[in-house]
């Protein structure tokens, strides 16, 4: 497995770093700013003078896969993708914003050349925005089967009803174009095939986004989630995605590369994290002597710098995986990441506010808004609990019918015998003698 970094991901890179230092960081408070003086429901001046020189710099839409033009493997995005997640201003910046990337896949793998042409394209040039209404707050939305807006077909329309929250980006004025998910089969046997995406211009009648959401206690930063009601909402049948049924599908498809790069982000965020800490560690003086030289702080950060480094490796490697083998193959390491780099990052970033004490509460030190981020990818496509229950089920199917100790490891499959001698169709076996 080699997930050394080639020539072109080191070459933008650099140049993405010195962009970073040049145009982001030195931007980052008045981006705050206006995100709290305009609130959620306004166009941030700051990201709309950026992006016109992101452009200009050849550092747009890096986010695209590597069958297209110019796109790049997800080994060659992974160490680009952590350096835009240092800041909260850069991946809209570089049009690399969720969820505008994973509805521009969504549209790239399973629309029409009709629906690519009218939205898609805008998309990627950056002119308009997109959300994605999955969530509802009448359902346990971890199980995206759950999911009870209705899809009704009638004659070439279709007919949507229903409500979602965490619909993130839909107070955004540039908010163009919803990609909905609901049920057009509710009594399909198949729990599986119930539900269908459909795009759902904001402007149309019946949809009222009426509340934004605040995540702990940031409305817009780091993300604009938002709460809509689609009241038989009338669209063609021509907006339906790849077809009826399809709904989980696509979702399966469009989640994969979207939790891998919300890992992504979350590294360089823990990055910059940490920094800050060493930073405060040193210039900071309690009982007589720097914060840097109690051994508690020095425990912290040699656990951040391991915890990360761990991180990345798995991340990396889970990048690799989905290039060489495709995201089904990939789907352990994918939720393996999603547990694993929230957690990180949470408890790097609640490491760091200790060591910056009351001030660390505030956004002073960009503290709080990482606290809000990394608490919550602890949710945001699928919490934690459901990736653990899926890492747990896939380990168990790989060791279910083998026994590596028969030969050292090599997994020769079990005798029926053998195989027998687990307990009641259980999880565990027993010894045969205690039957």
Known sequence: MDITQNERSRELAERLQRFMAEHIYPHERRFYQEAERLGPWATYPVVEELKPLARQAGLWNLFLPAHEEGGLTNLEYAPLCEIMGRSHLAPEVFNCNAPDTGNMETILRYGTQAQKERWLKPLLAGEIRSSFAMTEPDVASSDATNV?????RDGDDYVINGRKWYTTGATDPRCKIIIFMGQTDPANPDRHKRQSMVLVPKDTAGVSVIRSLPVL?????????????????RVPASNILLGEGRGFEIAQGRLGPGRIHHCMRLIGLSERVLERMCRRALGRVAFGKPLAEQTVTLERIAEARIMIEQAR???LKAAYMMDTVGNKAARQEIAMIKVLAPNMAQTIVDWAIQAFGGGGTSNDHFLAAALATTRLLRLADGPDEVHRNQIGKLELRRWLNTDPARTGGGGDPLSPSESAAWSDGGLWPRPKDSR
């Open 313 to 315: 490796l798995l991340t």
């Open 148 to 152: 009870a807006s209705l899809i009704t």
């Open 217 to 233: 206690g940031f409305y817009g930063v780091p993300d604009r989630a938002s709460e809509v009601i689609f009241d038989n909402v």
